[in-house]
């Protein structure tokens, strides 16, 4: 992760150099080299996703003009913030990889799981949630129109997941993660993560930030502060957050950092608008071309 874009570029470099000074230790030899079961842990897979994205920033800002808006998927709401300016990247470090230790901690208090469920619309898998009542299931994740992820105890989101399938899911695939993120079962994790946040400084964003917890644009500060913590136990509404910014008249996604989810979900959420990944040196490169 990040590794060709810190040989190629020393702005990349020295953002790879502070998450090691920050951190305490060499997050970018982890990114590096792995190994990989200890990097997708939540507590070093948080701030590396992070430090992808900061260091792709740092090497775009100066060249794709003026931003209207930002947004991240649950994570990548702190990037979001970065980039507008509201945390400093070194505090936004501190705190992801705190929450990343704090979700795993109370994954391992209160185990829970995930699933996802494609084919059903958000009211169907909601009143699929409403049905279970052999446990906690509750919608986590709006991602796209027909595709919608569950949390909660293992024995409400099988039941979820079953109730799916009779309700006519066209999948139903269970993940593999630590813990029932975006759920109640994230309650002790959020108490320690408002006590952190609290000691932070936030400004007002530069531009407005949408927050995974209400699709909205947020302006200041102090409400930034408060909707981080509640993202933890809510679900991301990601779909309805691509199209309030479509409705606000964006015209150009840019993805920033590994991978390329989120561009594809934007072929349901922000048809026709057009969205680039950009996490190596070749997408850079070609980010270039097309300015």
């Not at 979001?80 to 990889?97: N, P």
């Not at 595709?147 to 399938?165: C, K, L, N």
């Not at 993805?255 to 057009?274: F, H, I, M, W, Y």
């Amino acid at each position: 992760m990040a590794s060709a874009l810190a040989t190629s570029d020393a702005r990349a470099a020295t953002v790879l150099a502070t998450a090691d000074e920050v951190l305490g230790f060499s997050l970018s030899g982890l990114m590096r080299d792995g190994p990989e079961d200890e990097l997708t842990a939540t507590q070093n897979a948080q701030p590396a996703i992070l430090v992808h994205s900061v260091a792709v920033l740092r090497l775009i800002e100066d060249e794709i003009g003026p931003v209207a808006f930002a947004a991240g998927h649950s994570l990548g709401e702190f990037s979001a913030y970065v980039a507008a300016g509201t945390l400093t990247y070194e505090d936004a470090l501190d705190v992801v990889r705190l929450r990343g230790e704090l979700m795993f901690e109370a994954g391992q208090k209160r185990p829970g799981t995930m699933a996802a469920i494609l084919g059903l619309s958000d009211d169907e898998v909601e009143a699929v949630c409403a049905e279970v009542d052999a446990g906690i299931c509750v919608p986590a994740n709006f991602n796209a129109s027909g595709q919608v992820v569950v949390s909660g105890d293992i024995a409400g989101v099988e039941q979820g997941m079953e109730r799916a399938t009779d309700a006519g899911a066209r999948r139903v695939v269970r993940l593999n993660v630590s813990g029932a993120f975006h759920s109640p079962l994230m309650e002790p994790a959020a108490d320690g993560l408002r006590d952190k946040l609290e000691s932070i400084d936030f400004q007002d964003p530069r531009y407005p930030v949408f927050s995974n917890v209400t699709a909205r644009p947020v302006t200041s500060g102090s409400e930034a502060r408060k909707l981080l913590v509640e993202q933890l136990t809510s679900p991301v509404r990601w779909s309805a957050s691509v199209g309030a910014m479509v409705e606000a008249g964006t015209d150009r996604f840019l993805e920033l950092g590994p991978g390329s989810v989120l561009r594809g979900l934007n072929r349901r959420n922000a048809k026709g608008v057009p969205c680039s990944s950009i996490g190596e040196p070749e997408d850079l490169e070609s980010l270039v071309d097309r300015a």
